[in-house]
């Protein structure tokens, strides 16, 4: 049920970030408009993003779904006639590999604008690229709040922060169900800090704290080392023993557990 609803609301998402691109595209490419990217016949978008490794769905989603939406609005027309061609490179979900792509579609492929980049560690890297070559970056797949606060100016986000949906995450675990000890096991990234981070400061509203915190490597799907697991990678915090129950699925991405036994607190 959880794994179905994820891929329902990824659906959703991606299918909102196209809708929304398509909509800009058409105010600020209007006929005549010339600009990097833009031809009488053809807007240029890239993309970098994961298609390879172990959180590739999440990029191939992306993209299969923005290509879908673009390829319906290229058969109906384009946006004032030009229709939109979209450049996709792989990145692994890797800073290193993200920002020589970046520099390849703004210098070589000249592209208009990018799209959906999947990833904080990714995003966090290319955001110098984009702001001094100022080159609009939409719709990252990303809910750092670095990447929002202060304003940055050539990125426009669509999705919910990870303050926003922590703060969510934690009112259902501790308002609604009662739970009172929250664990964090966060990618060793900045992905994984700033969610940490995200969660401390929820949980602090309530007069509480992470009992324990795990990390594990970006890039993985071995989660046994960490506070969920018999081969705990150093936890930061209590192990006393006490089993630790996965709140979600479970994909290479920071996970919220909680510490339980028959004495704990609800």
Known sequence: MIAEREET????????????????????????FAESGVTD???T????????????????????????????????GGVHGRKIRLIVYDDGYEPGRAVPNVIKL?????????????G??????????ITQDKVPLFAPFTGAEPLRHPIVKY??????????????????????????????FFQDDAYGRVVLESTRITLEKRGLKPVVTGIYKRNT????????????RQARGRRDGRDVRRMRKVHPAPVLCRRASGSAKR
Request: glycine share 12%.
């Open 9 to 32: 609301l990824m659906q959703k998402a991606i299918a909102m970030a196209a809708v929304c691109l398509t909509c800009i595209l058409t105010l600020v490419a209007p006929p005549g």
């Open 41 to 43: 016949g053809q807007i």
């Open 45 to 76: 978008v890239g993309m970098s993003t994961v298609l390879t490794g172990p959180a590739s769905f999440l990029g191939t989603s992306f993209r299969i779904g923005a290509e879908a939406y673009l390829k319906m609005v290229n058969e109906s």
């Open 106 to 118: 703004i210098n070589e492929d000249k592209v208009f604008c990018l799209l959906g980049n999947v």
């Open 120 to 129: 904080t560690p990714t995003t966090m890297a290319i955001k110098p690229i």
């Open 155 to 184: 990125i426009l986000n669509y999705r919910a922060g990870y303050n926003q949906e922590a703060e969510e995450f934690i009112k259902g675990m501790v308002d609604v169900l009662g739970f009172k000890n929250i664990g964090v």
């Open 221 to 232: 799907e071995d989660i046994r080392r960490g506070p969920c697991g018999d081969h705990g």
